[in-house]
């Protein structure tokens, strides 16, 4: 594969500057900047003739630079932005910054300038950062093409920021911490190149060990989660984001214009990606030290260490606010610290070791909780009391945590009285926080990154196949309503589509009159619950409109006339289409939930769940909510994070409910969410669950009209597993294999794969003598994202039933969204037996059926059989002129 195309910002060979008299100081700030960064390549001042910044004297044009100029720094009036860019197209400039603003992208006018901007910066295939932006920092490659006034040193954190002004304010707190960064990128309005794009390319930097994000705005969900799954796979991202709250929503809403979408699903978003979200600066630092430590947890629950009693009370009350669970600590650790320790130790969690406590104590102690099973990690206090050691005290810690496999966190409160102690830890890589609180926080982000990657390794598949849903039967249904003009389906077409996603739900009829009515009633059976039909009225009960337990036939006349009579005198305007004739469920353990979908204006489709009915009064907490597509692990992970989820298990009388029923129903509607883009909101409300199954008493769908051109997942900001892709190869010598996207739980199989390649098929496929794939590169390969690539395996199955991969076939589509690259590898006993051919055909067939343009490959010009294969499938080769050993092969498609 090439380099990635954003080297040109983060690896330039020569920079520009190019300013005008108004924003000559900016220009000159970035010159200094460059100049005291050390940068090795040229650089160039392109401002009035013969005017002069940073002792260098001006060129007028970038036309009269001597050479290619691979990155140029824009600092100039909004009217003036245009022609410079089109200046640099023709002098084949690979990438702008623009610092400048002068015009505000929420007008009109500014939009339209800033559209203007990227239009011109695609035909000449520029990628361009800003408008109104600091710049872009990389100490590593002694680059500073930025306006910042703070020195940056060099570090394995990553900075990547919307806001100018944050940045600013985070590289001034660094300076003074003597914090360092692997890279900056103040990115200003994401214009063109976007948080998206700028993650792609940190995922696969060798330099950078963990990324900080903030984050103002979104305007492309998909590539932003995109690139933020593919970073959050190999090394830790933190994100904070503004706008949390309705006040702070307005704020950055008076700024941009641009649709925020709700911060609970921004949230989760941020577990489905994998990273870890922070609500301020502080925390935003504390999570990338103790995530980029390389500390990790299998659970969450914390051990407390103290030697008195107010900061072990400070820790737990914080844990007990965050949700950080104290661990149970088991009766030998108990007994064993009732060795270790004074008789009138607190015998409690957290362990009080008392206000006298040594090295030995301290060491004990931390040996004890982190050898208890029940215990993920552990947090040790000290405060200066008395005679305390502390730097001894801190050698205790050290040496119990040196064979730990769980991770030890310190908090040494104090100054300088403690600080020879914290040096002490931090040299032995225990990460050190000033207060309890702290400590807890850290520990938090570690389990919170534990419980998001499990998120991010889901990649739902379609259900059971012996119960596929009627996805052509509910798209009819609401095409017809659409037809109609309607937004809302009657209950009858609710309960239709529900039915034909495999919802069970509750038979009715729909009465007419009171002898229909009656009629429905004695089929059903009594008793029977009746509700008014309307369009126009959402909740019925608001409005007189439900009538239960009917159980007598003489009544339902009654009840049928008077839900006529009073709701019309409540709602007069509302029509109404008759009463909805239901059973009554008798099912005393039921418990009710509510259910549904919403459309979030920058992730698209959500899928809700919390409680309703009288536990929807009894349990406090909110709804919670998940990206679609769902599988069990996701549909679990949901329920476990409502407030109803104590109420679901065994609760005093009632049993626990069907789990697997309800976890079924929420993939059911996450594929209805999935499969049918039309629905603006469905609410099943209540969904009935008990420890027999579930069934959805009520149903609310509103559905709006869907573009047309838009593709089959368009509207999600998370593709799913394309099952549909999954085929049979037929080859010539009669044998079969199965030919399907590849999945993330396919690690070993790939590993397997090009473990067992010969040398010289290596060498073909990866152009170097590599040998074993890193992990970095196994996830990479198996967990992609279905949008923007594909990557098809050729399996065998042995009698067994266990897989083996004989053929890896994969595109990339380039940042022009227009282009691909491919790559192909055939296991070598395979090769000669048309699987690779065969495997390239259904790849060409899928990169144009998603509407790329071309076809990329590089070949190794030794490589004569692959040439051959590319020859007769219509690819075009022609050498390269960076590397004559290497063919570029290109399929218009």
Request: hydrophobic share 45%.
């Amino acid at each position: 594969m090439r380099k990635h195309y954003l080297e040109s910002i983060f690896s330039p060979e020569s920079v520009a500057v190019i300013c005008d008299q108004e924003y000559s100081p900016i220009g000159e700030q970035v010159l200094n900047n460059l100049d005291a960064s050390g940068f090795k390549g040229d650089i160039h001042l392109i401002a009035a003739a013969g005017s002069k910044l940073a002792q260098r004297t001006a060129r007028a044009a970038i036309a009269d630079v001597d050479g290619a100029v691979e990155l140029v720094i824009v600092a100039a009036r909004a009217d003036r932005q245009a022609a410079i860019m089109r200046e640099c197209g023709d002098a084949q400039v690979k990438a702008v910054v623009i610092l400048s603003g002068g015009f505000s992208e929420t007008q009109e006018a500014g939009l339209a300038l800033q559209n203007e901007l990227v239009e011109i910066a695609r035909r000449h295939n520029i990628a361009v950062v800003g408008p109104r932006c600091l710049g872009i920092i990389r100490p590593r490659n002694n680059l500073n093409a930025s306006s910042a006034r703070s020195p940056v040193k060099e570090g394995k954190v990553a900075l990547v920021t919307q806001s100018g002004a944050f940045c600013s304010a985070i590289l001034d707190w660094a300076d003074e911490a003597g914090y360092g960064f692997s890279a900056v990128a103040s990115l200003g309005a994401t214009s063109d190149v976007k948080l998206g794009d700028v993650l792609d390319y940190l995922a696969q930097d060798p330099s950078t060990s963990s990324i900080l994000l903030y984050v103002e705005r979104i305007t492309n969900a998909r590539l932003f989660l995109s690139g933020l799954r593919a970073a959050a796979r190999l090394k830790p991202v933190v994100v904070i984001k503004s706008g949390r709250n309705e006040s702070g929503a307005r704020a950055a809403l008076n700024q941009m214009q641009t649709p925020l979408g709700s911060d609970e699903v921004f949230d989760a978003a941020i577990l489905r990606a994998g990273a870890v979200r922070v609500t301020i600066v502080n925390q935003l630092i504390a999570a990338a030290t103790i995530l980029s430590s390389g500390a990790r947890v299998s659970g969450s629950r914390l051990g407390v260490i103290t030697n008195g009693g107010a900061p072990g009370v400070m820790a737990a009350d914080w844990a007990g606010s965050i949700g950080v669970p104290l661990a149970e600590l088991a009766p030998e650790t108990l007994d064993r610290l009732s060795e270790i320790l004074p008789d009138y130790w607190s015998h409690s969690h957290p362990v009080d070791i008392l206000g006298n406590a040594d090295a030995e104590r301290y060491r004990a102690a931390t040996e004890a909780l982190l050898a208890d099973a029940g215990v993920d990690g552990v947090l040790v206090l000290l405060t200066p009391q008395g005679f305390t050691d502390a730097s001894a005290c801190a050698e205790g810690v050290i040496a119990a945590s040196e064979k730990a496999h769980k991770p030890v966190l310190a908090s040494w409160m104090g100054a300088g009285l403690v600080a020879e102690g914290r040096e002490r830890m931090a040299s032995a890589g225990i990460p050190q926080f000033v207060s309890p609180e702290a400590g807890v926080d850290a520990f938090n982000y570690l389990a919170r990154y534990r419980r998001n990657q499990s998120a991010l390794m889901q990649v739902p598949e379609p259900l059971s196949e012996h119960r596929d849903p009627d996805s052509y039967g509910a798209k009819a249904i609401i095409d017809q309503v659409l037809a109609e003009r309607r937004t809302t389906l009657s209950i009858a077409e609710s309960r239709a589509v529900l039915s034909a996603f495999r919802i069970p739900v509750l038979p009715s009829s729909i009465a007419n009159s009171a002898a229909e009515a009656l009629v429905a009633a004695e089929n059903l059976g009594l008793p029977v619950a009746m509700k008014i039909v309307s369009p126009d009225i959402e909740h019925k009960s608001e409005v007189g409109g439900v009538r239960l337990n009917v159980s007598e036939s003489r009544s339902v006349h009654t009840a049928y006339e008077e839900l006529m009579r009073d709701v019309a005198r409540r709602d007069g305007e509302a029509r109404l289409q008759g009463v909805s004739i239901e059973p009554m469920v008798d099912r005393p353990h039921a418990r009710e939930l509510l259910i549904g979908i919403t459309y979030d204006p920058v992730f698209g489709p959500v899928v809700h769940l919390g409680p309703a009915g009288t536990a929807a009064e009894a349990i406090s907490g909110e709804t919670q909510v998940a990206l679609p597509p769902l599988n069990d692990f996701l549909a679990r992970e949901l329920v476990d994070r409502t407030a109803a989820s104590r109420y679901l298990r065994q609760f005093r009388k009632l049993p626990e409910v069907n789990m697997a029923k309800l976890s079924e129903v929420l993939q059911r509607v996450s594929e209805i969410a999935c499969e049918l883009p039309s629905i603006a909101e469905l609410e099943i409300n209540p969904l009935l669950v008990d420890e027999e199954g579930v069934v959805a008493v009520d149903a609310r769908i509103t559905v709006r009209q869907q573009d047309t051109g838009a593709s089959r997942y368009g509207h999600m900001a998370i593709h799913p597993y394309p099952a549909d892709l999954e085929s049979q190869l037929l080859l010539a010598d009669g044998s079969e294999v199965l030919l399907r996207p590849i999945r993330p739980e396919d690690g070993h199989s790939e590993d397997s794969f090009v473990a067992n390649l010969s040398a010289e098929s290596r060498y073909f496929r990866f152009m170097h003598g590599l040998h074993r794939l890193t992990p970095s590169m196994l996830a990479r390969f198996t967990q992609i994202d279905y949008d923007r690539e594909m990557a098809l395996v050729a399996i065998e199955q042995d009698e067994e039933g266990r897989d083996t991969f004989i053929g890896v076939a994969r595109y990339v589509t380039n940042p022009d969204a227009n282009s691909c690259e491919f790559a192909l590898t055939v296991a070598d006993e395979w090769q000669s037996r048309g699987v690779g051919p065969r495997m390239m055909e259904r790849l060409i067939y899928i990169a144009r059926r998603r509407g790329l343009e071309t076809m990329i490959g590089e070949v190794l010009a030794q490589n004569s059989r692959m040439l051959r294969m590319c020859k007769r499938l219509g690819f075009r080769s022609l050498r390269s002129p960076e590397d004559p050993e290497i063919v570029v092969v290109t399929l218009p498609l």
